[in-house]
């Protein structure tokens, strides 16, 4: 891949989450680009593997664990998992989703915090955005708000969310520990993480490492488990907990990852196994 800026790699992305926010408002259908078998955020990979299984996108979410979202930002998504199923969200607490996207996991996460609670979507994409608030409305919830940011300069203030989740989107960053750093300045003391994420395998060949198609389809850019958990110690966080969920490559899976910012400064959690 050629040399590119984060910049450069930011557009990369930004254009491809535009295309399929264009897509989605036009079709309101699964998938992207303009028919199911095509993707603007799984590149080459698609939402399928080789065998045909879906690793990617609306499929992902059973029945109840997209009650509250509509119809639409369900549709639209192409995360790798369902980090609302795992965030263990609370009556009144406020959740941040980062790359936000068509809204879905920004909806659940509203509908599961209640009205005293809020649920914040962050996303870089126009497109994104409007599709987001539409189905919002859509979906009749009002206790969310989507903001137009980049995930390494959250527009909150300090300790101000309980909760930090994303749907296969910090792998997408080309400054992940900027992200994590972020992540933990945000968050109130106590608060938790818990993410989708695309995992690389230690051994991923440089091929794909340095594939731009590979890059905005969630793979290439993608760390091992032992660098997450380095970037998530470096930032802070406690009690890191790494659990792949099932592969989206040969040379990938998809994981849950959860951390969490200790109550007292300098603090520190023992790590799950």
């Known amino acids: 891949m050629p040399e590119l800026t984060d910049a450069d790699l930011r557009e990369r992305v930004r254009a491809r989450y535009a295309a399929a926010a264009r897509s989605a408002e036009e079709t309101r259908a699964p998938g992207c680009c303009g028919d199911a078998g095509a993707t603007c955020c799984t590149g080459d990979v698609g939402l399928t593997d080789a065998q045909g299984v879906h690793v990617f996108g609306s499929a992902l979410y059973a029945d109840d664990a997209a009650s509250g979202a509509a119809e639409g930002a369900v549709a639209a998504s192409l995360g790798c998992g369902v980090p609302t199923a795992v965030a263990g969200l609370r009556e009144g607490e406020t959740v941040l989703d980062l790359g936000s996207g068509a809204g879905a996991d920004v909806l659940i996460s509203a ?24 189905n919002a409305s ?21 300790a101000s969310v309980d909760v930090v989740i994303s749907n296969c989107v910090i792998n997408l960053s080309g400054d992940k520990s900027k992200v994590l750093r972020e992540v933990a300045r945000v968050l109130r003391p106590g608060g938790r993480f818990a993410v989708s994420d695309v995992i690389a395998d230690p051994d991923m060949d ?3 490492r340095e594939g731009m198609r590979q890059w905005t389809g969630c793979i290439a850019g993608a760390l091992t488990a032992e ?9 802070g966080l406690s009690g890191i907990e790494i659990r792949e969920t099932h592969r989206v490559h040969a040379q990938a899976g998809s994981a ?18």
Do not use: C, W
Not at 227 to 234: K, V, W
């Open 206 to 208: 440089a091929t794909t």
């Open 111 to 134: 509908g599961r915090v209640g009205p005293r609670g809020k649920a914040i979507g962050l996303d870089m994409t126009d497109e994104m955005l409007d599709l987001a608030r539409g």
């Open 256 to 273: 849950i990852i959860r951390a969490r910012k200790p109550r007292v400064a300098g603090g520190r959690e023992q790590r799950h196994e």
């Open 227 to 235: 660098q997450y958990e380095s970037y998530l110690d470096a930032a």
């Open 138 to 158: 859509e979906a009749g919830v009002t206790n969310v708000e989507f903001r137009k940011g980049y995930i390494e300069e959250i527009p909150l203030p300090d």
